[in-house]
């Protein structure tokens, strides 16, 4: 019998995403309504992705063209307000440290920047104090919508020359090595990754900033789960994740893991993955472990997407995880990074909605989900 509690969809605002930035009313009423029948109780809404998904103040955020900047957010608002009519809980996701360049500050990296976007460490000036500001303003709009937050800081834990000073101050004051000492690989030991310091830093450093954005939350009267990402990287016959899972347990009280396999391709490292994602957050005291798998994705060639949805669900029953996530509900243009029709049709779906509730059946089948 499971014991998962939620199970539903992740999905993007965000232009260039290419999921629901287009959505109007409309589509939002036959998306909830799908996952209503199928019985699905959860979404999680991203509005702020590398892109901007949602009508923004700040002068600092991008306001690309899409559907919810169009309408000043109104559909953002009837979304999320349709969801709890039907009794689905929704999160919301903010991508907190990744920005278009141009308006944001350049990074000091090259290998920092994705084309446009730059990827943003936690020691970079003002980064912070923006992120304040930006969960200040989402709170505001959208927080009487929202049962959970998930606060991703994606690519934040690169080395940089601004870095050291304050690294040199963690160390001294944790009795750990010198930035010297740490630097460079000394010892080619294929069973020796020289990483394990700099990873206790950054996630002391992803710690503070958790704990700075949930403290704004409950001064705002924001009281409910707080949760974060587990970066990984899955690669042939290895799985790394970026997280110190105990220090992050200790440092952060009542933190709810999100993780995920980072090339959605259940094929590789399987087995591994799934420990790494449910078993072991777990075993270091997470009361609340959430999975986020592929859904109608198009992101990373896979061999077939019913395959895929296969893998996950019997993954998901063997492990259990507390929610079940499927990250892309539909595809709605063509070019989009993560979810692009154009691509779908190689996966042997005419358009996202045919696809979607393909899955939905499948879940539904599964879980012996009741409708809402």
């Known amino acids: 019998m499971s014991t998962i509690k939620e199970i539903g969809f992740w999905d993007y605002s965000c232009p260039r995403h290419g999921s629901l930035e287009r959505y109007r009313n409309a589509d939002w009423d036959v998306l909830l309504d799908d996952m209503a029948e199928g019985g699905l109780n959860s979404l999680v809404l991203c509005p702020k992705w590398m892109t901007t998904g949602y009508k923004s103040r700040l002068p600092w955020l991008d306001q690309e063209e899409c559907t919810a900047i169009e309408t000043d957010n109104e559909v953002l608002f009837y979304g999320l307000s349709e969801a709890k009519k039907r009794g689905i809980r929704c999160s919301l996701l903010v991508v907190s440290t990744q920005f278009v360049a141009k308006n944001y500050g350049v990074p000091p990296l090259t290998d920092s920047l994705w ?164 078993p072991n957050p777990r075993k270091h005291g997470y009361k609340t ?10 992101f990373d060639k896979t061999d077939n997407l019913n395959e895929q949805w296969d893998m996950s669900i019997e993954d998901a029953l063997r492990y259990q995880p507390d929610t079940l996530w499927f990250m892309g509900t539909d595809t709605t243009t063509d070019t989009g990074e993560v979810c692009s029709r154009a691509k779908l049709p190689a996966w042997g779906y005419t358009d996202g909605i045919v696809a979607r509730r393909a899955l939905i059946k499948k879940l539904k089948d599964a879980f012996a989900l009741k409708s809402l």
């Not at 707080?226 to 994740?241: H, K, S, Y």
């Not at 472990?289 to 198009?298: A, F, K, S």
């Open 115 to 278: 084309g446009e976007y730059g990827c943003y460490d936690l020691d970079f000036p003002g980064l912070q104090e923006r992120m304040l500001e930006m969960y200040d303003e989402i709170h505001d709009l959208f927080g009487s919508y929202v049962d959970r937050y998930i606060c991703e800081l994606e690519y934040c834990d690169y080395t940089a020359p601004h870095r050291i000073p304050p690294y040199e101050a963690w160390a001294k004051q944790y009795n750990e090595p010198e930035y010297k000492d740490i630097t460079g690989i000394t010892n080619l030991q294929p069973r020796w990754y020289p990483f394990f310091t700099w990873r206790r830093y950054t996630t002391w450093c992803r710690a503070n900033a958790l704990n700075a954005v949930r403290d704004l939350l409950h001064r705002k009267g924001f009281t409910g789960p707080f949760a974060t990402i587990a970066e990984v990287c899955n690669r042939d016959q290895v799985m790394i994740g970026n997280t110190d899972f105990a220090m992050m347990q200790e440092k952060v009280a009542d933190l709810e893991m999100v993780t995920y396999d980072s090339i959605y391709n259940r094929k590789i490292n399987r087995d591994a993955a799934m420990d790494f994602c449910i």
């Open 289 to 298: 472990v959430h999975w986020l798998t592929r859904g109608v994705m198009t």
